[in-house]
């Protein structure tokens, strides 16, 4: 291939050559449970990243509303929807990007694996619960290869529901179906770089109800809902924006101010 020639690919595959045997020499692990034991390594250097990545996608959840209304606002200028969004973010320290990079920061082990797996010459036990045979084997080549992508999918949709939680209807389902999609493709990888999928799947999902328990969500802040009859506030500003002034109170006059009040004499009627 020509992504091999590239030099960086070719010492990433070196590097997982080392890890991978340092797992089966050192602690004396099979090679499926090397995989296994590299992959939960990776994801624990990738926990504070994926802290991030919870606490944006938290803020995109709690002001999805917000969000929603400034993306109806300027439904018919695009320009102007990106600028408010980008503002918006910016107010709220919202990184939409953070979602993103653990998932990338993954992408060089993922390359890594699979030279490791179709170039390297492997010694000793290759199987994974005596059911895969041969992790290096392409995954359908032998039964079990079906039941390990059958888990693969649901696992991904499992991971699928905790990491797109903040996605609308639409979104969502699409990343339900990739799965469904890419599991055609996947089918002809090795067994053991499926295997890797797997592992990462399934600590995205308990990763997930830990986080669903610890993390409390604290709503967002709800607008205050206005009325016609609903008089206006005063923020002492006047109309062209400057600062008004509120007149001091008059001094309460005094005794010898004070106008002097008549009392009028009632006339007496004599009765006849």
Known sequence: MILYTIPIISQLETVMKHVLSWFHTSLG?????????????????????TIKQIHSMQNLQRYAPQMKE?????????QKQNEEL???????????????LPMLLQLPVFIALYYTLR????TGD??????V????????????????????????????FFMAATADKTQRIIFMVMPLVFVF??????????????????????????????VAQTPAPAPER??????????????NGAKAETPSPKPAPSASQRPRQVRRKKKRTSRR
């Open 70 to 78: 400034i993306q109806k606002k300027y439904k018919g200028d695009k």
């Open 126 to 131: 290759l199987s994974f619960l005596h059911f």
């Open 226 to 239: 206005r009325s016609s009859r609903t008089p206006p506030k005063d923020d002492g500003t006047s109309g």
């Open 29 to 49: 692990l099979p090679w499926a449970w090397a995989i296994v034991g590299t992959t939960v390594v990776v994801r624990m250097l990738l926990v504070p990243l």
């Open 185 to 214: 493709v996947i089918a002809h990888f090795p067994a053991g770089l499926v295997l890797y999928w797997v592992t990462t799947n399934l600590w995205t999902v308990g990763q997930g109800l830990i986080t669903r328990r610890l």
């Open 119 to 122: 170039n390297a010459k492997f």
């Open 133 to 160: 045979p041969d992790i290096s084997a392409h995954t359908t080549t032998y039964w079990g290869g079906y039941v390990l992508l059958v888990v693969y999918v649901l696992s991904q949709m499992a991971s699928t």
């Open 86 to 100: 980008m503002k918006f973010y910016r107010e709220n320290q919202i990184n939409p990007a953070a979602s993103c």
